[in-house]
């Protein structure tokens, strides 16, 4: 008795781990260990060049021009520079990851194989995002701590300064996974990198105060929405911000809306991937 009994059990623990295995969840699980594992293997390429770049941040602005202006938005300029570098890097690696990523599986067409995958829109964006936001955060994390070896004080609030981080890059993770859907050309992907997010970071204040900016640029600024995502986590990494920690969490938390809803829109529309 105790044997049938067994392989009762057997069968049942079988059956509930053939139903574990063919759910979409687990398959979305899959997807994003091998994003994982896709970008460990080139990691001197994704993780330390652009740690190595951002160092050098730190060595010509942080020591050249910090030791003429001394002071930025009543910090240390070390202080004032380190949490837009991290943001700065948090952004372009959260992006190039699923979109450079996702367009590559347009070119070698294995992107079939992911929408024929028991996998929901909702579970490709899942997979990409968790991947990226890995990425994203490992390269923030590490900038964090060379700004920290750099005597760059930068523990006010870590916590919401962490929250600003996962929030973005969530965010850009879905704006790369929408603009890798809509491109058909690798220079349509490597446009955003260049003349949105490199151009649009730097005017949000990663080197400088807006408030030293002359009118009516200084109003101009504001419309920027990047200035609101360097302003989140300085403050949460200094205390100190050009605008309120209201008016920054709101404009990150309706970026992030607005990208989940473009790439929710285009994945299920199949616009350049059923063609």
Not at 12 to 21: D, L, P
Not at 27 to 36: D, G
Not at 128 to 148: F, K, M, N, P, Q
Not at 195 to 221: C, Q, R
């Amino acid at each position: 008795m105790n044997a049938y009994r067994k392989a009762a059990l057997k069968r049942v623990a079988q059956a509930a781990e053939e139903a574990e295995r063919s759910s979409g969840w687990y398959n979305c699980w899959i997807l994003f260990r091998r994003e994982i594992k896709r970008f460990m293997i080139i990691l001197g390429q994704s993780v330390l060049s652009p740690v190595v770049t951002t160092t050098l941040y730190f060595l010509v602005f942080g020591y050249s021009l910090g030791s003429q202006l001394r002071e930025m938005g009543g910090l240390s300029y070390m202080d004032f520079l380190a949490p837009g570098l991290v943001m700065m890097a948090v952004i372009n690696n959260s992006f190039i990851n699923s979109s450079f990523s996702f367009y590559l599986t347009k070119v070698h067409g294995s992107v079939v194989d992911i929408l024929v995958a028991p996998l929901s829109n909702l579970q490709i964006m899942a997979a990409y995002a968790a991947a990226s936001l890995v990425r994203g955060l490992l390269t923030g994390g590490i900038i964090w701590l060379i700004a920290a070896l750099f005597g760059a004080q930068t523990l006010y609030d870590p916590g919401l300064a962490i929250g600003v981080m996962v929030l973005v890059s969530l965010a850009f993770s879905l704006f790369g996974l929408a603009t890798a859907v809509v491109s058909k050309e690798f220079e349509h992907v490597n446009f955003i990198p260049s003349f949105v997010i490199l151009p649009f970071t730097f005017l949000g204040g990663v080197f400088y105060s807006v408030k030293l900016l002359p009118e009516p640029w200084a109003e101009v600024a504001l419309y920027n929405p990047f200035l609101y995502m360097v302003n989140g986590i300085r403050y949460g990494m200094t205390g100190a911000s050009d605008v309120s920690l209201a008016s920054s969490l709101l404009v990150s938390g309706a970026f992030f809306l607005i990208a989940f809803a473009t790439a929710w829109a285009l994945l299920a529309s199949g616009k350049n991937l059923r063609d």
